[in-house]
């Protein structure tokens, strides 16, 4: 890069600091000159001014309201639109106001974009919150679960006990027995009662 | 969206040279010369107001007449100026005074109908034939005014639109004015505003098209 390209970008972002109108005028000059050749389609210049008058164009953004992740999002905004309307500059005039301008623009309809966004959506709580597994995300099976949990601790302890090891820690009858203490054949009679009961207590049968 | 110097290296990449818009005052005065043209054609083919004489020698129809056509030019200069982004939005106040002097001029011949048309005057052919008048002024008026502002891409829409149909209704109401004896009966304000505010609606929909760039 040419050393008063970057002598052009440092003046750049002094001129980022202050108001537009005033400390920006030597830039300014500059960036009118660039933007005259670049509606000639002088490509160097045209990137060399977008280079320049992005500095600026992100302390407009910061003063202007614009949050931290959509500061670069809001000078993109403003660089596609000076791009669509290049054709309206008059080199004659001042380069500073005009970008000015659009930048005011489009900074305004991105704050009014974000007004009317903020106005519908709501803030995601707890409740909110949902899991890739299936069942955490039905109510109605959540409201299920918390019956049959009531409806097997209503249970007889021995019945409890049985469905417990059988069938929500799924052991074998085998290893449900010797856990137990129970017989295989007390265990099985057990179950068979308590799924009885279960579904008397759950109406279903 | 990439990052800043991608989308800088893209719109370097695919710039053409353009061809920079021409002073607004040039392309306003270019566009009443048309516009006046077009009432001075209109006045030919279908022939002054029967009773044109008579109206020369009332004050009060020159300032209709001149405010209705200032309220025109005025409106053109403006929507010229405020479609560009660094000009004032000011300009829209540019037409008030001259549209004041239309109205004033419109109010009171309004009052003076009310109180004189005379007894089997062709009242309703002429309203037929003004509506007409004004349809074919303001067609064309506002197609050519609408592209030409087209151009500028307006960062303004609604202002754009709104100031350029005050335009084409100030002319309009030139032709009008220069062609028929019912002036500022209900029809020919009615007429004189609804193609203003469909223009208006339209161009609030249709002006923002353009630059949807990168929104």
């Known amino acids: ?205 | 969206m990439g990052s800043t110097e991608e989308l800088i290296a893209t719109l370097g990449g695919e710039l053409r040279p353009v061809r920079r818009l021409p002073p607004p005052a040039l392309r306003a005065a270019g566009w009443i010369a048309l516009a006046t043209a077009l009432i001075a054609v209109l006045a030919l083919l279908r022939g002054l107001r029967a009773d044109m004489t008579a109206q020369l020698a009332d004050p009060a129809y020159w300032v209709q007449v001149a405010g209705a056509w200032m309220t025109g030019a005025a409106a053109t200069l403006a929507a010229f100026n405020v479609s560009l982004p660094d000009r004032s939005r000011l300009w829209l106040l540019l037409p008030a005074p001259f549209a004041l002097l239309w109205l004033w001029g419109f109010a009171y011949g309004c009052l003076g109908d009310w109180i004189a048309i005379p007894e089997g005057a062709p009242v309703m052919a002429d309203s037929a034939r003004c509506l007409e008048t004004i349809v074919m002024a303001s067609v064309p008026m506002s197609l050519v005014l609408w592209l030409m502002l087209r151009r500028n891409r307006p960062l303004r829409p609604e202002g754009t639109a709104w100031i350029g149909a005050l335009a084409v209704a100030g002319f309009a109401d030139t032709a009008h004015l220069l062609i028929h004896v019912v002036e500022a009966s209900l029809l020919v304000l009615l007429v004189n505003l609804l193609p203003a505010t469909v223009i208006l609606l339209v161009g609030g929909l249709v002006g923002r098209r353009p630059l949807a760039t990168g929104a």
Do not use: C
């Not at chain 1, 400390?23 to 977008?50: F, H, I, K, N």
């Not at chain 1, 009317?116 to 069942?135: I, K, N, P, S, W």
């Open chain 1, 1 to 205: 890069m040419p050393p008063q390209d970057a002598d052009r970008r440092t003046s750049a972002s002094a001129a980022a600091a202050g108001a537009p109108g005033s400390s920006a005028t030597a830039p300014q000059s500059d960036w009118s000159a660039l933007m005259a050749l670049s509606q000639e389609g002088d490509r160097a210049a045209y990137v060399s001014l977008l280079q320049s008058v992005t500095p600026y164009l992100r302390a407009l953004a910061r003063r202007g309201g614009v949050d931290g992740a959509e500061i670069e999002d809001a000078v993109q905004d403003v660089l596609l639109t000076l791009h669509a309307i290049r054709h309206t500059y008059d080199p004659r005039r001042p380069f500073g106001p005009w970008l000015l301008a659009i930048a005011r623009h489009r900074m305004a309809d991105r704050l009014r974009r974000r007004g009317r966004l903020l106005a519908r959506e709501t803030a995601l709580g707890e409740e909110h919150v949902t899991f890739a597994a299936d069942e955490t995300n039905n109510p109605e099976r959540a409201e299920s679960a918390r019956r049959l949990r009531a409806a097997i601790s209503a249970l007889p302890a021995g019945q409890r006990q049985a469905v417990e090891l059988l069938r929500l820690k799924e052991l074998s009858l085998k290893e449900a027995a010797a856990r137990s203490g129970q017989t295989e054949t007390a265990l099985k009679v057990a179950m068979h009662r308590a799924i009885k009961r279960l579904r008397r207590l759950l109406g279903e049968g």
